[in-house]
């Protein structure tokens, strides 16, 4: 089921930074919300129409069957496929990835808002004339560079892609893209506050904060058709309108069912494409629209290096394939609350969204099979049931890399 949510006021993520009370004045806030904490605002949701805390705090009854328990990877039928920022009329806006830069500093109007594809680098550096001044501490082979030496770029860039830019993108059909900055969705508001004495009614010492919230805005589209889309499964539906309870303070949002398909490559015209392209290059990449957390940092725990040379091997269910190549983001921290044991959730790190794997597979690899098993799939070695880790399958120009 997909759902289209829409607040109803301003709104506030928090990041998996801490945030307590007396120590900390700053809470800093992300957007589009984790996994995560979709997953949590859904549970609750049910709870409300289900049952009660007590009867999911015992994890028994239809309650549990439905949403689980409190305990770690209980999700009982529900399972999150990912969360998107949406307009109702335009569609879906995906994550930039990792492997598409923008100039840091545009000389051209068409420049401003474009991005670039970066291309993979042979294997031996030192024996390319035309790569000059290239550093890198990357541990694999090949490498993802700019071509251009007279102008800097960058790619952590605040921003989405639409769905046909990421559609094109997958295909392998384009090159350079417009993106939508994230200042086209949303607005900062920020609140600053004080904790009161709940018997005097005054302000206490050293308990001033500042949290940002955000709202909705366009300068493009309509606002009231910007929300988010959610892609989820379970065995007893939401109501197809409602609300529900969803970030910092408790604010509102009101859900409705949703029509958008967040697979950007949905018709069999677009996945006959895809196979072709694959087959013909012989490689393929795996772009991750959701922080996916891996047991090693960067690395899924079902690639391993070699140890007789640099080079790592890909083995996932029956499939083997090489990583050539990857771009990654800076991690980011993934924590939570336990309203069970009214303390934090441990804290791990993931990789954001928008990163990006390479991997060239062998001739009689079944590219069918690929797609299956990775396409529009949650892949994360941990918490892949709420959302963590969904990943598209794209391809790779077989003979760069």
């Known amino acids: 089921m997909r759902l289209f949510l829409q607040p109803n006021d301003t709104f506030f993520f928090r990041d998996g930074r801490p ?5 900390q004045s700053e809470g800093y806030s992300i957007f589009p919300p984790l996994p995560s904490t979709i997953l949590g605002a859904l549970r609750t949701a049910y709870i409300a129409e289900q049952g009660d805390l007590p ?6 009854g239809k309650i549990a069957k439905i ?3 409190p305990e770690p990877d209980s999700l009982g039928s529900m399972q999150l496929k990912g969360v998107f ?6 569609g879906i806006y995906y994550p930039i990835p990792y492997d598409l830069v923008t100039k840091k500093e545009a000389k051209r109007k068409e420049e401003i808002n474009k991005l670039y594809k970066l291309e993979s680098s042979p294997e031996k550096l030192e024996s390319s004339p035309e790569i000059r001044n290239f550093i890198s ?4 082979n090949h490498h993802l560079r700019w071509d251009e030496d007279d102008e800097d770029v960058e790619s952590e860039i605040s921003g989405r892609l639409r769905h046909l830019y990421i559609r094109q993108y997958l295909l392998g059909k384009q090159k ?6 994230i200042e086209n969705f949303v607005c900062d508001e920020p609140k600053i506050g004080i904790e009161r004495d709940y018997n005097t009614s005054a302000s206490k010492d050293n308990m001033l904060y500042r949290i940002n919230m955000r709202r909705f805005q366009s300068k493009f589209l ?3 058709e910007l929300g988010l889309v959610v892609d989820y499964k379970c065995d007893k539906e939401l109501p197809t309108n409602g609300l529900l309870k969803l970030g910092g303070e408790g604010k509102s949002f009101s859900h409705k069912k949703s029509c958008h398909n967040p697979d950007p490559l949905a018709t069999k015209k677009d996945m006959d494409d895809l196979k072709e392209a694959i087959r013909s290059s ?3 990449k795996l772009y991750f629209a959701t922080p996916a957390i891996f047991d090693r940092g960067w690395l899924p725990k079902w690639i391993h290096k070699n140890t007789d040379k640099n080079t790592y091997n890909a083995k996932y269910q029956s499939l083997s394939f090489e990583l050539r190549t990857a771009a990654v983001g800076k991690p980011i921290a993934i924590g939570g609350w336990d309203m069970k044991k009214n303390m934090p959730k441990p804290t791990r790190q993931a990789m954001p969204a928008g990163s990006v794997y390479y991997f060239k597979i062998p001739d009689d690899i079944c590219v069918d099979t690929i797609i299956k098993t990775f396409h529009y799939k949650n892949i994360s070695d941990r918490q892949a049931k709420e959302g963590f880790g969904l990943c598209f399958v794209g391809v790779a120009e077989g003979d760069k890399i």
């Open 19 to 23: 945030f307590t009370k007396g120590e």
């Open 55 to 60: 009867s999911f705090y015992a994890g028994n």
């Open 67 to 69: 949403i689980g328990t």
């Open 85 to 90: 920022i949406a307009d109702r009329k335009s």
């Open 137 to 140: 501490n990357s541990p694999l």
């Open 176 to 181: 350079t893209f417009r993106l939508s900055p």
């Open 222 to 224: 309509d606002m009231s």
């Open 282 to 284: 012989g490689a393929f």
